[in-house]
């Protein structure tokens, strides 16, 4: 059997699937009863909705019911006098039933939609007082006909068949008991009425097929009951799939988006690495650790705060993510594990905006100016989920990141801003290569022969 837990499994997705797309499966999980967890019930739009479903749900059975008994009262009634009157005292009473079990499951809707507003289920007693007005409905048909016909021939209209639809509401709790205690109240309560009504010696009574039926009555039971463990098996699995696919979430950091984690996630991506050509953009502040050593810690982490705010959101607007935070600085992967049309344009036209925003932010601070470096470059390397048992990241890992990191740090050598490597300027738009000018060949660490690189003019 496939593992459930394993986001990978053909099972997990099945459930995820579900999960995510399926409003019937919202709905079994919402009338059952179960305290979601904040990252799985955050998903889901208007909660309440399934309680105000289940309540059209009880009406609509409710109907069928008064259908099924009046039919069966009309076919009776022309062997009696009085048909009229009959009628419409039957009718009243049974409206007045209706109505009045109207009227309870408006109030369990209240409790159940208070206990929600709590983000917490309704005790057990609810529950089962619920199961027991629900399937009591057929017995007040049965003594409301009694006020017309004969007991027996009230009893013999009110068919076995009609607890069928309040049985089937406790399906939806998920729980085995609550579906064989529906039977349990609708077999006991018909045998206790029949014994009761009808004489054990009397003629032209078969004992025999009316137990047959208080049998079936708990049979179906027993299958609703299965059917219940089942239904609830498949919510434990897809809440199980979806929590691990919260925990892959995490490998990405919350500073992902929620629409790039999304994406990352349904590539499935596994322990190991994958060859890839990405572009990896590298960013320092300027001077960092001199002006953190003037300031107290507090405001460090909050200048710091500042800066990633906007910096990394043209990051994901660009459509990368960023990998590592490096102290004063990070790292950011464009076309890994998301594919891009053109990383090196993404690469550069976020840089293009963090350096917009960075005026912005040093034109509403007073003091020093802020100043960032950028170093980006472009080739093959490795990227995927890579670290220990109980510690994983996503990570990428070449010689084109080592060089990306020391392209960056050629800014302070050229006093520049925007550096990027030959392979980033020759997949750039021809609009985006006008605004660089070719360096001189450059010594760079790690390196055996100087490398071409590209300035922001």
Same mark, same amino acid.
């Given at each position: 059997?496939?593992?459930?837990?394993?986001?990978?499994?053909?099972?997990?997705?099945?459930?995820?699937?579900?999960?995510? %797309?399926?409003?019937?499966?919202?709905?079994?999980?919402?009338?059952?009863?179960?305290?979601?967890?904040?990252?799985?019930?955050?998903?889901?739009?208007?909660?309440?909705?399934?309680?105000?479903?289940?309540?059209?749900?009880?009406? &609509?059975?409710?109907?069928?019911?008064?259908?099924?008994?009046?039919?069966?009262?009309?076919?009776?009634?022309?062997?009696?006098?009085?048909?009229?009157?009959?009628?419409?005292?039957?009718?009243?009473?049974?409206?007045?039933?209706?109505?009045?079990?109207?009227?309870?499951?408006?109030?369990?809707? *209240?409790?159940?939609?208070?206990?929600?507003?709590?983000?917490?289920?309704?005790?057990?007693?609810?529950?089962?007082?619920?199961?027991?007005?629900?399937?009591?409905?057929?017995?007040?048909?049965?003594?409301?006909?009694?006020?017309?016909?004969?007991?027996?021939?009230?009893?013999?209209?009110?068919?076995?068949?009609?607890?069928?639809?309040? &049985?089937?509401?406790?399906?939806?709790?998920?729980?085995?008991?609550?579906?064989?205690?529906?039977?349990?109240?609708?077999?006991?309560?018909?045998?206790?009425?029949?014994?009761?009504?009808?004489?054990? %010696?009397?003629?032209?009574?078969?004992?025999?097929?009316?137990?047959?039926?208080?049998?079936?009555?708990?049979? /179906?039971?027993?299958?609703?009951?299965?059917?219940?463990?089942?239904?609830?098996?498949?919510?434990?699995?897809?809440?199980?799939?979806?929590?691990?696919?919260?925990?892959?979430?995490?490998?990405?950091?919350?500073?992902?988006?929620?629409?790039?984690?999304?994406?990352?996630?349904?590539?499935?991506?596994?322990?190991?690495?994958?060859?890839?050509?990405?572009?990896?953009?590298?960013?320092?502040?300027?001077?960092?650790?001199?002006?953190?050593?003037?300031?107290?810690?507090?405001?460090?982490?909050?200048?710091?705060?500042?800066?990633?705010?906007?910096?990394?959101?043209?990051?994901?607007?660009?459509?990368?993510?960023?990998?590592?935070?490096?102290?004063?600085?990070?790292?950011?992967?464009?076309?890994?594990?998301?594919?891009?049309?053109?990383? /090196?344009?993404?690469?550069?036209?976020?840089?293009?905006?963090?350096?917009?925003?960075?005026?912005?932010?040093?034109?509403? *601070?007073?003091?020093?100016?802020?100043?960032?470096?950028?170093?980006?470059?472009?080739?093959?390397?490795?990227?995927?989920? &890579?670290?220990?048992?109980?510690?994983?990241?996503?990570?990428?890992?070449?010689?084109?990141?080592?060089?990306?990191?020391?392209?960056?740090?050629?800014?302070?050598?050229?006093?520049?801003?925007?550096?990027?490597?030959?392979?980033?300027?020759?997949?750039?738009?021809?609009?985006?290569?006008?605004?660089?000018?070719?360096?001189?060949?450059?010594?760079?660490?790690?390196?055996?022969?100087?490398?071409?690189?590209?300035?922001?003019?």
């Amino acid at each position: 059997m496939s593992n459930t837990n394993d986001p990978g499994s053909k099972l997990s997705k099945v459930f995820q699937k579900i999960t995510g %797309d399926s409003n019937f499966t919202r709905f079994i999980l919402n009338y059952s009863g179960w305290k979601l967890t904040t990252s799985f019930a955050a998903t889901w739009k208007g909660k309440d909705l399934a309680i105000h479903m289940r309540f059209r749900l009880v009406q &609509m059975i409710a109907l069928i019911a008064v259908v099924l008994h009046s039919t069966f009262f009309f076919m009776h009634l022309k062997d009696y006098e009085n048909n009229s009157e009959k009628l419409m005292i039957y009718l009243l009473e049974l409206i007045a039933t209706v109505i009045i079990l109207m009227f309870y499951e408006n109030w369990y809707q *209240k409790i159940r939609l208070k206990y929600w507003a709590k983000v917490d289920i309704e005790p057990y007693f609810y529950k089962v007082l619920t199961i027991t007005v629900e399937s009591s409905f057929p017995f007040v048909c049965i003594l409301i006909q009694s006020l017309q016909f004969p007991f027996e021939k009230a009893y013999d209209n009110v068919a076995l068949i009609e607890h069928i639809p309040f &049985m089937l509401l406790s399906i939806l709790y998920l729980r085995f008991w609550l579906c064989f205690f529906s039977a349990l109240i609708a077999s006991l309560g018909r045998m206790a009425l029949f014994f009761l009504i009808f004489p054990l %010696d009397g003629e032209n009574i078969n004992i025999a097929d009316y137990v047959w039926g208080f049998v079936d009555l708990l049979v /179906c039971g027993l299958i609703m009951g299965i059917i219940a463990m089942l239904l609830r098996k498949i919510v434990v699995a897809a809440m199980s799939a979806s929590s691990e696919k919260n925990k892959l979430q995490d490998i990405f950091g919350r500073f992902v988006s929620k629409d790039v984690a999304e994406q990352i996630i349904s590539k499935d991506l596994k322990i190991g690495g994958d060859n890839i050509n990405a572009s990896v953009l590298f960013l320092d502040i300027r001077n960092f650790t001199y002006r953190s050593s003037t300031m107290p810690p507090e405001e460090a982490v909050d200048f710091l705060n500042q800066l990633f705010n906007f910096t990394v959101a043209e990051v994901e607007k660009a459509g990368g993510i960023v990998n590592k935070f490096l102290g004063d600085g990070f790292m950011a992967v464009f076309g890994a594990p998301l594919s891009l049309p053109n990383p /090196c344009n993404s690469a550069v036209l976020c840089s293009i905006q963090i350096f917009n925003k960075l005026n912005l932010f040093n034109a509403s *601070k007073t003091g020093e100016i802020t100043k960032l470096g950028i170093g980006i470059n472009f080739g093959p390397m490795v990227a995927g989920v &890579m670290g220990t048992d109980t510690r994983k990241e996503y990570t990428v890992i070449g010689d084109v990141v080592n060089t990306a990191s020391r392209i960056e740090s050629l800014n302070k050598e050229f006093g520049s801003d925007l550096l990027i490597s030959k392979s980033v300027y020759d997949k750039l738009d021809d609009s985006l290569k006008e605004q660089f000018e070719s360096l001189p060949p450059t010594k760079v660490k790690g390196k055996g022969e100087p490398i071409l690189i590209y300035k922001k003019i």
